[in-house]
């Protein structure tokens, strides 16, 4: 069974940092693209990163850009997302998706975990 665990999320003040991890068990992810969308409950679902695996190929949302930063450690299969500068409207549950078919973004989200949330006090 496919699992993506993602964790590190918690209240933090305007312009503090986090990082979050997505760890993946039952799938190696070296050849896959691995990607972080956000959801706050009355908006619409935000992609806001993606990592492609052959090259490490990164894309951001333009609202996170020079902010956040995706990462990957194949020999943990795990992603990361740091999050620097963050403002209150990066208030949010974040979740890392992938398809285990692209190795390039953008992917779909046919495996995605439960999400951990982040707050970010004004």
């Known amino acids: 069974e496919v699992q993506l665990v993602e964790s590190g999320g918690g209240l933090v003040q305007a312009g503090g940092s986090l990082r979050l991890s997505c760890t993946v068990s039952?799938?190696?992810?070296?050849?896959?693209?691995i990607a972080w969308f956000r959801q706050v409950p009355w908006k619409e679902r935000e992609w806001i990163s993606c990592?492609?695996?052959?090259?490490?190929?990164?894309v951001y949302a333009d609202s996170v850009k020079g902010r956040f930063t995706i990462s990957r450690d194949n020999a943990k299969n795990t992603v990361y997302l740091q999050m620097d500068n963050l403002k209150a409207e990066d208030t949010a549950s974040y979740h890392c998706?992938?398809?285990?078919?692209?190795?390039?973004?953008?992917?779909?989200?046919?495996?995605r975990g439960q999400g951990t949330q982040v707050t970010v006090s004004s």
């Open positions: 990592i492609s695996s052959t090259d490490g190929l990164t």
């Open positions: 998706a992938a398809d285990f078919i692209r190795s390039i973004c953008p992917v779909g989200d046919d495996y």
């Open positions: 039952g799938r190696i992810i070296d050849d896959y693209a």
